[in-house]
């Protein structure tokens, strides 16, 4: 079993406030310690929220998020307190989506990413943000994301 390399690492196993905004908040990364093997990793925040930013009401999304490491894993803990730093942000579906999806990329470089925003409805409209880096490795098992498409209720 090899053990990955977290020396460096600033909220692992410490008490940390969460941060009031995604500038401030501090994604952090390890090493995989199987390089050379297309795997997916799959996060998924099926409570996610932000803010309108004209009317400042909360806005709720089911977020999956799919990638393909090329060295960096992103650290679990450092996504999950940066996912909740936008609570307090003012950003329309889009802007949240694509904010969170090339931040990854960049800390990360992975072989592919995609992400899926599925948000509820606002003003009887439901928004679903879908982007990808490319196309995904050949061969990948990958599988769907799982989440319906919002019907309303029937």
Same mark, same amino acid.
């Given at each position: 079993?090899?053990?990955?390399?977290?020396? +460096?690492?600033?909220?692992?196993?410490?008490?940390?406030?969460? !941060?009031?905004?995604?500038?401030?908040?501090?994604?952090?990364?390890? !090493?995989?310690?199987?390089?050379?093997?297309?795997?997916?990793?799959? /996060?998924?925040?099926?409570?996610?929220?932000?803010?309108?930013?004209?009317?400042?009401? !909360?806005? /709720?999304?089911?977020?999956?998020?799919?990638?393909?490491?090329? +060295?960096?894993?992103?650290?679990?803990?450092?996504?999950?307190?940066?996912?909740?730093? /936008?609570?307090?942000?003012?950003? /329309?579906?889009?802007?949240?989506?694509?904010?969170?999806?090339?931040?990854?990329?960049?800390?990360?470089?992975?072989?592919?990413?995609?992400?899926?925003?599925?948000?509820?409805?606002?003003?009887?409209?439901?928004?679903?943000?879908?982007?990808?880096?490319?196309?995904?490795?050949? +061969?990948?098992?990958?599988?769907?994301?799982?989440?319906?498409?919002?019907?309303?209720?029937?």
């Amino acid at each position: 079993m090899t053990i990955t390399d977290v020396s +460096g690492l600033s909220q692992l196993g410490q008490a940390v406030t969460s !941060p009031q905004s995604p500038e401030e908040a501090v994604l952090e990364r390890v !090493p995989t310690s199987h390089a050379g093997t297309d795997f997916v990793v799959r /996060f998924t925040a099926p409570e996610f929220t932000s803010l309108c930013p004209m009317t400042g009401q !909360p806005d /709720f999304a089911h977020i999956v998020i799919d990638y393909v490491p090329d +060295g960096w894993l992103v650290e679990s803990k450092s996504l999950k307190l940066y996912l909740h730093s /936008f609570r307090n942000h003012g950003a /329309f579906h889009e802007d949240c989506t694509l904010d969170i999806a090339k931040r990854l990329v960049d800390l990360l470089t992975p072989k592919w990413l995609r992400i899926g925003a599925y948000w509820y409805p606002r003003g009887g409209i439901p928004i679903d943000v879908f982007w990808q880096t490319g196309a995904p490795p050949e +061969g990948l098992w990958l599988p769907d994301q799982g989440v319906q498409p919002y019907r309303g209720r029937g």
